[in-house]
């Protein structure tokens, strides 16, 4: 988790695979339960090898899928198998830009396991005591916070994973904190001396405070909506100037970019499809790969 290092999710990513791999070979071998590959070949059973000759065991797909996986709640499964796609996409290449579009996946993914591990084998097994929060040392203004956003358009191969695995989810399926653990974090102005040392509060969804904040939250992050002309107005002022809106068309429908579900912009009722920030980032980028095209 250092800092410096580029590739924290492509890390965390590959190991959790292992960890949750680990994890529910130990609960089969501790319920007897044979997680080794094998077929029955003229009678015999025959044990799968690998070419140096070890043991097969299931892989981490094979141990959510069959029938005696202690893993209850469907949410769960949807968050390993989408970490699971993307350590795919990602175990023979490098790539950038998903810290922040999978953080709340990870996050998930963390407490689902530490979870599981104490309702498998004793509470005395708990990570949480050990590694139970996180320290950073510099707050996030608002000036970061776009910066972020600015960096959430993700690589085709890992965004076309994220739609394959979210795009057919209901609302309820998407927000299921054992899929993804979202918090919304407010700086914390206390009235009494007692509290100033809670460094997180929980409030109560439906509560008055959530309400509060939810109100402050929506109204400060409304997001400012682009006409296609505007699109591509704004290529052409940044030296791309043969990108033109029969260009733009073909390039959202090629990715499907008015799919609610990408994020990528709005139907209005008064003004039809309306294109979000995040959108021009993505065709910026597009733009940036065939600059002998546009220039």
């Not at 979210?166 to 007692?194: I, Q, S």
């Not at 390039?251 to 994020?263: E, Y």
């Amino acid at each position: 988790n250092s800092p410096k290092t580029q590739f924290r999710s492509e890390t965390f990513i590959v190991i959790a695979i292992i960890a949750w791999t680990y994890l529910l070979h130990a609960y089969y071998k501790s319920k007897g339960i044979d997680y080794r590959y094998k077929e029955e070949i003229n009678g015999e059973i025959v044990i799968h090898k690998t070419k140096n000759g070890a043991e097969k065991y299931w892989e981490l797909s094979h141990c959510l899928t069959t029938d005696q996986c202690p893993i209850e709640d469907d949410a769960t499964k949807r968050n390993l198998a989408l970490l699971i796609e993307i350590r795919h996409e990602i175990e023979h290449r490098m790539t950038n830009r998903i810290d922040n579009a999978l953080s709340a996946k990870l996050q998930a993914c963390c407490l689902n396991f530490n979870r599981l591990l104490k309702q498998l084998f004793g509470q005395q097994y708990g990570l949480d005591r050990d590694m139970s929060i996180a320290l950073q040392f510099s707050g996030i203004d608002y000036d970061q916070r776009q910066a972020l956003q600015a960096e959430r358009n993700l690589p085709a191969n890992i965004e076309a994973v994220r739609a394959m695995h979210e795009d057919g989810l209901t609302l309820e399926e998407y927000r299921d904190p054992r899929y993804a653990y979202r918090v919304l974090f407010v700086p914390k102005v206390v009235n009494k001396k007692a509290q100033a040392d809670e460094v997180i509060e929980f409030i109560s969804m439906g509560s008055n405070d959530a309400t509060k904040i939810n109100q402050a939250y929506l109204k400060e992050v409304e997001k400012t909506k682009y006409r296609p002309k505007m699109v591509v107005d704004k290529m052409k002022a940044e030296g791309f100037s043969k990108f033109n809106l029969h260009h733009h068309t073909k390039l959202w429908k090629t990715l499907d970019a008015q799919n609610p579900g990408k994020g990528y912009g709005v139907e209005t009722a008064a003004d039809g499809w309306r294109w979000y920030e995040r959108w021009i980032e993505a065709v910026r980028q597009h733009c940036e790969e065939n600059r002998e095209k546009y220039t």
